[in-house]
């Protein structure tokens, strides 16, 4: 992430677009995966591990400027990491079959963000209610071998899961 020696690994001028874009944009960072993507070719594999996680932890909505495949080929390439509460990078993995929370409208529940807190996807469910959209609550049990990434660095628990890892998934309200 920003500050860790992977980003330090990042070009001088990428760093310096992903502060500048931090300080227009504030804590939404809309523009990020926009950037990530224009920069993706240019970044050494440090740099992309470090890119990934601080857009993907940075953005409040990362798939909604650039696709769910997209994200999916960049986990990919930079493989399995962690943030953890002070942003710090790392590989601490869930080892167990772990149950999994969404809150979604029905076209977007087999979505890569879920978290361990069912609350945080009731919460994320009442939302998409109240802007009149059809918010559902689902759950799903994942293997370990499905999850992309754990972040634990939003109090949201956020794991990132491989859409064909959602095979149990069912909703709940």
Do not use: N
Request: proline share 5%; with cysteine.
């Amino acid at each position: 992430m920003m500050g860790s020696p992977e980003f330090a690994s990042c070009p001088r001028e990428f760093q310096t677009a992903w502060r500048e874009l931090q300080i227009a944009e504030g804590p939404s960072g809309e523009s990020g995966p926009q950037l990530l993507a224009d920069w993706w070719d240019r970044l050494g594999v440090d740099c992309r591990r470090a890119a990934v996680a601080s857009v993907w932890t940075m953005t409040r909505e990362p798939t909604r400027f650039v696709t769910a495949a997209t994200w999916l080929r960049w986990l990919d390439a930079v493989g399995y990491f962690s943030v953890d509460r002070q942003h710090h990078l790392g590989s601490h993995r869930l080892t167990q079959s772990t149950p999994l929370y969404r809150g979604a409208t029905p076209e977007r529940s087999r979505g890569l963000a879920w978290s361990v807190k069912r609350e945080v996807a009731e919460t994320r469910a009442a939302f998409c209610r109240s802007e009149g959209l059809d918010g559902k609550l689902y759950s799903c049990v994942v293997e370990p071998t499905m999850i992309l990434a754990v972040l634990e660095c939003r109090d949201e628990w956020e794991v990132l899961v491989r859409p064909e890892g959602l095979d149990r998934m069912r909703e709940i309200i």
